[in-house]
């Protein structure tokens, strides 16, 4: 059985990712092609799932529970490994997986909240590799703020995070897709992007 791939797609809270994974979700189905969405952090999977859901959207439970940048991003990076194994089985069956974030999301976080580059690459360097990388960029539709979210009512860390994202790009070689479209042109663009990845 032929494996399946693993694209991650990356930007800022509020670009439309959940919009366009769906989309090129049902797109890729469309091709024939046995295609899921996964969505990072892996929210229901014990014990940092629940602990993280609770600590970006609870301002008592953060206070409560007070963990700084590099703590908080070990707890996402151990969410990633705990489920690791469950993706590699997904993609060895020939499944291809869609992350909405992933460990690229984390270093920009983790950035933005005053964390050090060459620790957060260290406790996510042996996590798997995407075989395609997407940056969603521009400017964020205001009408996705989630109120309370830790990482959505900061407008200046949001403009940071964007900053950040573009740079981690060139960095680790993510193609760039220019989020500030029509929804069916951005589309569009990341489909031609993956046909022409995967010549399909």
């Not at 690229?104 to 590799?129: H, R």
Request: hydrophobic share 35%; glycine share 8%.
């Amino acid at each position: 059985m032929k494996k399946g791939k693993f694209i991650a797609i990356y930007g800022i809270n509020g670009i439309g990712k959940t919009t366009q994974v769906e989309i090129l979700v049902k797109y890729l189905q469309s091709q024939g092609l046995n295609v899921s969405r996964l969505k990072y952090p892996v929210y229901n999977l014990e014990p940092e799932g629940p602990f993280i859901y609770a600590y970006l959207r609870d301002p008592k439970f953060r206070k409560k529970n007070s963990l700084s940048t590099e703590e908080l991003q070990q707890k996402y990076a151990d969410n990633r490994t705990r489920y690791e194994k469950e993706l590699k089985k997904r993609l060895n069956n020939g499944e291809w997986i869609i992350a909405e974030d992933y460990l690229g999301t984390g270093i920009s976080w983790g950035l933005v909240w005053g964390g050090d580059l060459e620790y957060l690459e260290k406790i996510n360097k042996n996590l798997l590799e995407p075989d395609l990388s997407i940056l969603m960029h521009g400017k964020r539709f205001n009408t996705a703020i989630e109120k309370d979210h830790r990482n959505e009512m900061d407008s200046e860390k949001i403009q940071l995070c964007k900053n950040i994202h573009l740079l981690l790009a060139d960095r680790y070689g993510w193609k760039k897709i220019n989020a500030n479209q029509e929804i069916e042109k951005v589309k569009k663009d990341i489909v031609k992007l993956i046909r022409k990845t995967y010549e399909f």
